[in-house]
């Protein structure tokens, strides 16, 4: 598994798959927040994240759940997005839930369409 840095788990989600798709923050000035400080933002390459949904799907093949990693994967664009969600897919077709954590502004500049 690809992680870069230190990798923050809800502590109400123990036990689901990680998959780490971003590392930093794009924002990364919230007063209250400092856990991307001395980290830059960038996108996983698609390479890393195939590899780690490939060993997700050795070692866990029935998951149901994951989380994306880091701060705001919403932020990356649709067509990424979608790609990153049909290899999920492709993997481990059993998925149900994908969570995690984003900026409600990376939310909004997405479209219906």
Known sequence: MHFTGTVYRN???PT???LEITQGCTH???KFCTMYKDLSFWMSPMEWIEEDLKELSETDPDARTIQLLSANPLVLTYDKLAAIFEMI???LPRMEYIYLAGRVTDLKNKTVE
């Open 16 to 18: 689901w798959p990680l």
């Open 89 to 91: 897919h492709r993997y």
């Open 11 to 13: 502590p109400y989600w």
């Open 28 to 30: 990364n000035r919230c």
